[in-house]
């Protein structure tokens, strides 16, 4: 018998591989999960969700947006389709395309101003994958 | 030729099911001819896809633009090259892809003459052929390439352009090779289950296989990395993007699969075990598919929705029941022959090393999946972002490279510790020298630090070992070391074509840790004549030019590049604009060595170019994970190549005497 000893050492090393993962998945999730909301949902919940980590998508109002290259800073309102808006800030660089009607999908937290800060920035090409005919569109 | 085409594809059905009925009668009545016959009609099926591929291809080659799906991804005025790769540019093509390979493979199995498998191959063929029948029905139904457009398109919508780069041609095809052949060790599994066969003669059947198989789907994942650094242009080269995940995860539990198998060869254990990682991994295989070719998840590189979803997933379900099911059936026949006798063995670091990787797996899978499974159960979208995946992958990974390096050094049953000691040794002083040296040379990061010191360790254990065999070698025959060394390694292929993928993972480790660790970043917007300054490297901004690129228009920039005051040369990223694409692709400029890569993104201008905003990236040691690749495939293809005179004898005679199938040479 390769005595008992051995085999509760080898339980063990089993266990606290197994414990590690459920341990650093469970606190990984609670971290770095975020949830999608409507823009409707966000100003009805308001205060509640407030600094938590969302996604959220709306169409790019385009008279609202402000570009400062010199602080690299994107300020924009998105809009659904009852015409609700939120007001998102971006400190980074503006995507192609971003323009009015524009599907853009973001991720980042919602500041007490109201104000949407995202840390991520993505605008939806109708185009971009399975491609759809679409007028020509040509240079810069 | 759509026509051509698509009649071969409906034909290669009956082909299928003919093949089947053959295959299934042919073993109820041990009847030879019919085998035969099956294996005649599985040739004919191989043909069969082949006219139809053909077929697809001359379509885009022609530009026949009354045929949608190459109206949808190609034009006239694309070039040749793009032409020939547009034909997986979508979910039909990539599908056909998909067949035309798994057809092969599946003569490939009819046509297995090893004595061992003589029982099993009319078995494995049947499930070959099953799912052969599968993705058949899809392209001829629900899938079709060859589907016609009325009125045929003047000209085509084009390729996208973030398709449009070398790396595109190769990087689906390999990761396809990668999916399908995975079919042929589940097929060979399946055969055994059947047969109530509990030995080790499937798993040595498939062994070519699947490493075969292994090395095609690392090149594709390295390769779609790669294309994401060059080609994507945000700086990065993974984003844990569910597609990418997609192909991560068959690659995990197959890395753990022909790891444990060896256990099974060598000592009879984890049967029950082996089983379930091949249909674990297949049936990830057909996950990955389903994720990358039906819009399941809103994805970079998925296309499309499309009903095929849920036949896939019908599918996945139909091998997953029946696998396990015969799995249970043979559960009593499943039982090791042997105990785990030490946690200090060869068999217990492989089981850690399993639980390693099936543990990423496990990990990665459910972020993947999660997002599906919350919104329709809860109602609620939750999606989990990269800091999860790296949280679970960056420790399990610096216990897989230490597993590594301990491994293949600890003796099978029982180690003890005195051979710990010398194995060891020196690899432990090395490495801690190395992180203390590290460490005062100003690399403070904790993780990064321990992640190096692993990868010197692991590296000075293999080197060491090597080293130790030629020396042993050299004692005998008195050879000189290079000759010496020559002869030890192409005489233990497969272990020595081990290490040097072991090294190769090393080397891609050090790449993983410059890039998560020492990456910086630096967004401005100048005018022309201003400057921007990255590490020790100066960029000036000479003013936005304008250029036409066949039918493309290019905006781009000169920018000036000195390093430490040195000039290095000009560096010209560009914006394209696409006449059939509403989005310009960014195309980025690259100046990169083995320390380094200086990566310039021209992101957006005002009006007129003044100002121009730039994101520049210094990328340290990046360029490792590139090199790894071809380490990974020398070492691979070393591993996989015959032992000559062996496969010979095994061909002719049975059972040659070990010394004399070492001889010749």
Redesign the interface.
Known sequence: M?GSN??I??AA??LI??G??AY??V???S??????VTIAQMREKGDTIVGK?L?VSGKIVGQSVK?D??K?RLNFEIRDDKGQTIPVVYN???P??FEDGKEALM?GRLGPDGVFTAQSLLVK?P????????D????? | MADIGYISLVLGIFVALYALAAAILGIRNRDNRLLGSARGAVVALAFLTTVASVALFYLFWVSDFSVRYVA??SSRGLPALYKISAFWA??PGSLLLWEWFLAFFTAGVAFTSRREAKDMVPYATVVMLMVNLFFLVILSFFSNPFARLFPAAYDG??L?P?LQNPGMIIHPITLYVGYVGFTVPYAFAIAALILNRSDDAWIKLTRRWTLFTWLFLSIGIIYGAQWAYVELGWGGYWAWDPVENASLLPWLTGTAFFHSVMIQEKRGMLKLWNINLIIATFALSIFGTLLTRSGVLASV????DSRIGSLFIGFLAVIIVVSLALVYRRLDTLRSEN?????LSRE?SF??NN??LV?IA??VF?GTV?PLISEAVRG??????????N??TI??GI?LMLLIGVCPLIAWR?SSVDNLRVNFLYPFVTSVVFMVAAYLLGIKHILSLVAFATVVFVATTILLEVFRGVRVRRKMTGENPLVALVRLTTRNRRRYGGYLVHLAMVIMVIGFTGMGAFQQEV???VKPGETITIGSYTLTYPGLY?QPQGEN?A?YTDLAVTKDGKPLGILRPE?V?H??????S?EVAIKGGLKEDLFVIL??W?KGGI?A?F?ILLNPLVAWIWLGEYVLIIGTLFAFWPERSRVRQMQYKPAPAPEFAQGGR
């Open positions: 390769a051995q085999k050492k080898l090393g089993i591989i197994l590690g993962l650093l998945m606190t990984g999730f971290s770095s999960s975020s949830y999608f980590s996604k570009w290259s010199q690299i980074g660089i503006k192609d395309n991720d090409c185009s971009k994958y399975e491609a759809e005919k679409k020509k569109n040509g240079g810069a | 949808e991804n979508g979910q919508n084009g996208n973030l590189h998925a296309f499309g105990k785990f006798q030490s946690y217990s089981l850690f639980l390693l543990g496990f990990a459910w999660f609620v979208k939750v999606t989990v972002g990269p800091p999860f995946f949280q679970i420790p399990f216990a029982k967004t401005r917007s304008e228009t905006v914006k604009y006449p059939n694409h509403e989005e310009p960014t992101a957006a005002d100002p905003t994101k």
